[in-house]
Antibody, heavy 119, light 108 residues
Framework: EVQVLESGGGLVQPGGSLRLSCAAS????????MSWVRQAPGKGLEWVSA????????FYADSVKGRFTISRDSSKNTLYLQMNSLRAEDTAVYYC????????????WGQGTLVTVSS | EIVMTQSPATLSVSPGERTTLSCRAS??????LAWYQQKPGQAPRLLIY???TRATGIPARFSGSGSGTEFTLTISSLQSEDFAVYYC??????????FGPGTKVDIK
């Protein structure tokens, strides 16, 4: 059974940093691209970042480019999102998602982890 | 960036009724369009990909159609568990991949 489980969310002050993790199981992790998608309270879905199965290519939304870094460790079957220079508008539930091979739609989603940026 | 719009924003439907949700792209996305369902407090779930292919385990009452810029999601006979928010997503021209604002289907 495919599972992805996020962790690392919490309360952080503006300008601070946080690293999210996503533990994956039930599939060959290195064969699939992975994405992060966020959802601000009461709002819709916003794609944040994606990484290819090999980790060789990464992609970012303009809203986080230069502040967030996506990475993966295939030895640990874990996806990461390093978030720096956090702003109030980054407050959201962050979902980790497995992407379909060769296409960037999300086939399996985790339950999400809440990041709150506030002083 | 491709902008996705969805209509209506809210749809009030009685159980057993047929309902159609619309999604429009600001430019052609071919058939690279997915639909997701999200219930309160839950993660989104993939329903449809490739504009018309049901994902694994999705009941046959859900169907998708369209290509280019106009897409629809049809639920043939609404069940109680189908009351949720539905999002479309284009994955043709990316990054970024973009989502529509969602359509909330609630009980009439």
């Amino acid at each position: 059974e495919v599972q992805v489980l996020e962790s690392g969310g919490g309360l952080v002050q503006p300008g601070g940093s946080l690293r999210l993790s996503c533990a994956a199981s039930g599939f060959t992790f290195s064969s699939y691209a992975m994405s992060w998608v966020r959802q601000a309270p009461g709002k819709g879905l916003e794609w944040v970042s994606a990484i290819t199965g090999s980790g060789g290519s990464t992609f970012y939304a303009d809203s986080v480019k230069g502040r967030f870094t996506i990475s993966r460790d295939s030895s640990k079957n874990t996806l990461y999102l390093q978030m720096n220079s956090l702003r109030a508008e980054d407050t959201a539930v962050y979902y980790c998602a497995k992407c379909h091979t060769g296409s960037y739609y999300m086939t399996y989603w985790g339950q999400g982890t809440l990041v709150t940026v506030s002083s | 960036e491709i902008v996705m719009t969805q209509s209506p924003a809210t749809l009030s439907v009685s159980p057993g009724e047929r309902t159609t949700l619309s999604c429009r792209a600001s430019q052609s996305v071919s058939s690279n369009l997915a639909w997701y369902q999200q219930k309160p407090g839950q993660a989104p779930r993939l329903l449809i990909y490739g504009a018309s292919t049901r994902a694994t385990g999705i009941p046959a009452r859900f169907s998708g159609s369209g290509s280019g810029t106009e897409f629809t999601l049809t639920i043939s006979s609404l069940q109680s568990e189908d009351f949720a928010v539905y999002y479309c997503q284009q994955y043709n021209n990316w990054p970024p991949s973009t989502f529509g604002p969602g359509t909330k289907v609630d009980i009439k």
